[in-house]
């Protein structure tokens, strides 16, 4: 069952959110098992929210995620994990 991830980062800027996905494109994102990608909010205090398949693909990302957070600057905090319930893409 997919489940849903939302992050809250400290002060996450635009800035910071599209390097780290550049240099995460450069690694193959997006990764297998990621369904959905989203961030919104102010320029910031941006958040993300991702669907997963399974946790093991999305732990498996973390691993390459974590250090290119680091050298960004980006304490992703702890997530908070849903599962889904339902969803609807048109």
Same mark, same amino acid.
Request: with cysteine; aromatic share 10%.
């Given at each position: 069952?997919s #489940? !849903?991830?939302?992050?809250?980062?400290?002060?996450?800027?635009?800035?910071?959110?599209?390097?780290?996905?550049?240099?995460?494109?450069? @690694?193959? #994102?997006? &990764?297998?098992?990621? %369904?959905?990608?989203?961030? #919104?909010?102010?320029?910031?205090?941006l958040?993300?929210?991702?669907?997963?398949?399974t @946790?093991?693909?999305?732990?498996?990302?973390?691993?390459?995620?974590? &250090? !290119?957070?680091?050298?960004?600057?980006?304490?992703?905090?702890?997530?908070t994990? #849903? %599962?889904?319930?339902?969803? !609807?893409? &048109?």
């Open positions: 069952m #489940f !849903v991830v939302r992050f809250n980062p400290q002060s996450l800027t635009a800035e910071q959110y599209d390097e780290t996905i550049r240099r995460l494109s450069d @690694r193959g #994102f997006p &990764p297998e098992g990621l %369904e959905m990608h989203v961030c #919104f909010g102010e320029d910031g205090s958040l993300v929210s991702e669907i997963w398949s @946790r093991e693909q999305f732990d498996a990302f973390g691993e390459r995620l974590m &250090p !290119v957070l680091a050298a960004m600057g980006i304490s992703p905090g702890e997530p994990m #849903f %599962e889904v319930h339902n969803l !609807v893409v &048109p």
